[in-house]
């Protein structure tokens, strides 16, 4: 298993996997004598709580061992059961995975769980680096007026510009992704909410912008003036939110513009010795305007999948031209690369029975 | 509001607290922690507007230790989730109630997490609170109501004043502290290399 250690040189697919459950398979003492390692099973014993909670915990744990086991099978395509993965959690009180000793030096993914009546969720992403957040709230019961502790006015000017059929929904959509980018950031809402300001919802795909604030900037500086990005969802009468944010460029989603600055910069570096008569510029045709061979070409899309640490499928797009027996343009690449930046969590849930 | 003993402000809030999370009110004790009864994030900020509006007081919305890190700058009280000695110093001065056993060793910010979220927490802040929120009018001594927006409005002359905050009350108690048991020591290199 010696091929499955980190190696950030690689890119890697960083598929990542939601699990949602909202009943038990067995009951909960069966399956918490199925599923938990022996520290988590005296855990679930010594706890002291409501039958809700213990419930909630318990399924919260099992979503996220079963994430874990699925991100590892469809990614490394190794196999663990549930007690061979330990939920642990650090001392700001996320969680983490540990594997036993059989499996020790396995890559870890990064996780995040919530869980709402009697539901749970969980996102396993299997990119260590990368920082996830889950949030999941039920729509039933709310205060009407929560929304005047939970938003700045800013925040209730957005709310009050749609439709008033889905305010309610949107207001807690817009809870779900503080939530979701609080827990990725590893600190939860503990910045205050107001520090978690939301710039712009997205009706048509479910996207809200969040910019941070305040002390949620002190906690991570390097994130100051980037706008993150939640997806969030409608299911019945849940809404949930999924936030990924991988340390290199993919998660802080550039602007087309900062694409193709980069690209022409890379450009220039790699054809600084030769010799053109035009300068390069976004029109510059790769093959026939600034002599492309092949293995050029493959040096460039390796280094824009490092630079942007994503896998982008250069294979096709290069057989594509091929076929076609054309050229590409720095600004075709630059929509190429735009195109396929954009990371697409809400696709890969899918329901565990 | 009027002078409240802290088993008076305990039953309010337990009623706060039971009628939120449809519980019985008989499952919550001062050592409760509100998510061992099942409470969610929406569900604190549902128990957070029902004890400011009947107790007509404000919230911090973060805790003391977040905002005493903010005053003090990243590392100093709290390092890689744990507290330091300088931070454990600052919370037993704080919460001069708790039980120095909670200080020994090490100590994570999860585990004051959990401190912050007791029911017995709550009720001490409640009640800390209430004390500047007025029960009477400064101009006319006419009972004072619960108007818009942390605002109370005297009955009797209409004089209104805004209640003070407990992010604004956590903020100068930890400005205070700070200047009175941090910066002297943090100033003078013989109490740090003692500290070391």
């Known amino acids: ?353 | 509001m009027p002078y409240m003993t802290e088993s008076e402000v305990f039953d309010r809030f337990s009623q706060i607290v039971a009628k939120s999370l449809r519980i019985d009110p008989s499952l919550i004790a001062r050592d409760t922690h509100l998510n061992d009864l099942g409470a969610e994030s929406l569900d604190l900020i549902e128990i957070t507007m029902e004890t400011e509006s009947q107790f007509h007081i404000f919230l911090p919305d973060k805790s003391i230790l977040e905002t005493a890190v903010e005053v003090f700058g990243p590392g100093i009280l709290e390092n890689q989730g744990y507290l330091t000695e300088e931070g454990k110093r600052f919370l037993m001065c704080r919460m001069p109630q708790a039980d120095a056993r909670a200080f020994e060793g090490e100590v994570a910010v999860k585990d004051l997490q959990q401190y912050f979220l007791k029911v017995g927490t709550w009720v001490r802040m409640i009640q800390d609170l209430a004390k500047y929120t007025p029960a009477e009018c400064e101009s006319c001594g006419g009972p004072m109501a619960a108007s818009m927006g942390f605002r109370m409005k005297c009955s009797k002359c209409g004089q209104e004043i805004t209640l003070r905050s407990g992010e604004e009350l956590n903020r100068e108690w930890v400005r205070e502290y700070y200047d009175r048991e941090y910066r002297p020591h943090a100033g003078s290199p013989v109490s740090v290399t003692a500290a070391e």
């Not at chain 1, 499955?4 to 890119?11: E, G, R």
């Not at chain 1, 918490?32 to 915990?57: F, Q, Y």
């Not at chain 1, 939920?87 to 000793?101: A, K, M, R, S, W």
Request: hydrophobic share 40%; proline share 6%; charged share 25%.
């Open chain 1, 1 to 353: 298993m010696g091929n499955l250690v980190y190696d950030s040189s690689v890119p890697q697919t960083w598929l990542p996997e939601v699990c949602r459950l909202d009943t038990f398979p067995h009951a909960p003492d069966v399956l918490a004598d199925m599923i938990l390692t022996p520290a988590e099973r005296a855990h679930w014993t010594a706890m002291r709580a409501v039958e809700k909670r213990r419930h909630e915990w318990l399924l919260g744990r099992y979503a996220a061992k079963e994430a874990v086991r699925l991100v590892l099978e469809k990614n490394l395509d190794v196999r663990l059961s549930p007690d061979q993965i330990e939920i642990v959690t650090d001392p700001y009180g996320c969680p983490q995975v540990e594997y036993g000793q059989q499996a020790g030096h396995l890559l870890k993914p990064v996780l995040s769980i919530a869980h709402s009546q009697g539901t749970a969720v969980a996102l396993a992403v299997l990119d260590p680096g990368a920082r996830v957040g889950i949030d999941l709230e039920s729509l039933a019961h709310r205060r009407e007026d929560f929304e005047t502790v939970a938003f700045s006015p800013d925040e209730r000017g957005l709310l009050a510009a749609l439709p008033a059929d889905l305010r309610s929904e949107w207001a807690l959509r817009m809870w779900c992704a503080k939530e979701a980018v609080g827990k990725a950031l590893g600190r939860g809402l503990s910045a205050g909410l107001l520090a978690f300001h939301i710039a712009r919802v997205d009706l048509s795909t479910g996207a809200v912008e969040i910019e941070l604030r305040a002390s949620a900037l002190d906690q991570c500086p390097q994130l100051r003036g980037k706008s993150l990005e939640v997806q969030t969802n409608r299911e019945s009468c849940f809404v949930s939110s999924t936030f990924i944010y991988h340390q290199g460029a993919a998660a802080m989603r550039p602007s087309r513009q900062e694409i193709l600055d980069y690209l022409l910069q890379k450009m220039g570096e790699l054809t600084q010795d030769w010799d053109y008569p035009d300068p390069v510029g976004p029109e510059s045709l790769l093959f026939t305007g600034l002599g492309f061979e092949s293995l050029d070409a493959v040096v460039l899309c390796t280094a824009i999948q490092e630079h942007y640490q994503t896998p982008m499928p250069f294979a096709e797009l290069l057989a594509e031209i091929g076929q076609q027996q054309r050229d590409l343009s720095i600004n075709e690449l630059a929509d190429f690369v735009n195109t396929h930046l954009r990371p697409s969590s809400g696709e890969a849930s899918r329901r565990v029975q």
